[in-house]
């Protein structure tokens, strides 16, 4: 298995859609968890982190299964704006290296 | 509210030339790293630095060289350009090891 595999995409929706994506991470020592945004030929900006717990940002609601070694973003509502390259960020273990997955490339219709 | 700032944005090497990326950040972080994304690819981890005078290998360091001689710049260094080292290249740093990362605008580098 990759250390962190994400849906490939592309999704496509139309404004007012709900989105899921998912992420699998190897490592079972992984000890942080994030999702970033990345638009167009831009830098990753930090979308939210993701806790044991699940943890809700209006319209964004990000959950862990650490038995499973999955992490998934739920979008409700869809905006045009939420058009943008998705990455599941994992950290390997105690150590300092983040893994990022390849991204998810959502597009959002009118 | 500069934060991570990188030179140059863009730029054009020829096979077997030298550069070095600049980087600088303005918010007394300890962490710092740079990382390559190719497209349709994640990023990967070059260098990464957990303070001044301390640097370590990330995943794909061959081809390159860091530096840490402050807190705020982390330069890197690629020597003898390759066409494989095409690609856009950010500067990122941390607070703390597994806190939130802040990039750079990254560098567009293309080697022909």
């Known amino acids: 298995r990759k250390e962190v595999e994400q849906d490939p995409g592309p999704f496509n929706v139309p404004e007012g859609a709900t989105v899921a994506f998912n992420c699998t991470y190897s490592n079972s020592a992984s000890q942080s968890f994030f999702w970033y945004r990345q638009d167009c030929r831009k830098e990753p900006k930090l979308l939210m982190s993701v806790y044991s717990s699940g943890n809700e940002d209006g319209r964004f609601t990000a959950q862990l299964n650490r038995a499973s070694q999955y992490i998934s973003l739920l979008i409700r509502d869809s905006k045009l704006s939420d058009s943008a390259t998705y990455l599941c960020?994992?950290?390997?273990?105690?150590?300092?290296?983040?893994?990022f997955g390849k991204g998810t490339l959502l597009t959002v219709n009118p | 509210n500069a934060g991570v700032t990188q030179t140059p944005k863009f730029r054009i090497l020829k096979i077997g030339q030298s550069m070095t990326l600049q980087c600088t950040q303005d918010m007394n972080h300890n962490y710092m790293y740079w990382y390559r994304q190719d497209p349709g690819m994640g990023l990967k981890l070059i260098y990464y630095s957990v303070g001044a005078g301390i640097t370590d290998k990330g995943e794909v360091p061959n081809g390159y060289n860091v530096s840490r001689s402050t807190t705020e710049d982390f330069p890197l260094r690629l020597e003898l350009a390759a066409p494989s080292q095409t690609s856009v290249y950010f500067c990122?740093?941390?607070?703390?090891?597994?806190?939130?990362?802040?990039f750079g605008e990254g560098s567009r580098l293309t080697v022909l």
């Open positions: 960020v994992v950290t390997q273990g105690s150590n300092y290296k983040l893994t």
């Open positions: 990122a740093s941390s607070y703390v090891p597994d806190g939130e990362l802040f």
